[in-house]
């Protein structure tokens, strides 16, 4: 991307961990459920795709586990990317 002209700043989640107003502020007016990633572990034992979280419940668990957030995050202007989907990393 940074071959392409963008400008990055990247953010190890791991260690710099989300708090849970930032990922209210990231998540704004759109699903929060296309926010959690299916293949963690916890999504998959909690049952979250016919159970899911309430919204608060999902921002305090993201928020405790940064491993139940799609990624790579690509936030452009007013655009978000969520997982690697090569398609539309190459439209934005």
């Not at 608060?56 to 989907?85: D, V, W």
């Amino acid at each position: 991307m940074e071959k392409c002209g963008f400008d990055l700043r990247l953010r190890d989640i791991g260690k710099d961990r989300l708090r849970a107003d930032e990922i209210e502020n990231l998540i704004g007016k759109r699903d929060y459920r296309t926010f959690l990633n299916t293949r963690n572990e916890i999504y998959r034992q909690k049952n979250m795709k016919e159970n899911p979280p309430s919204r608060q419940e999902a921002i305090r668990m993201i928020a405790e586990e940064p491993n139940l957030i799609r990624r790579p995050i690509i936030i452009s202007r007013n655009k978000i990317l969520l997982g690697f989907e090569q398609e539309s990393i190459d439209e934005l």
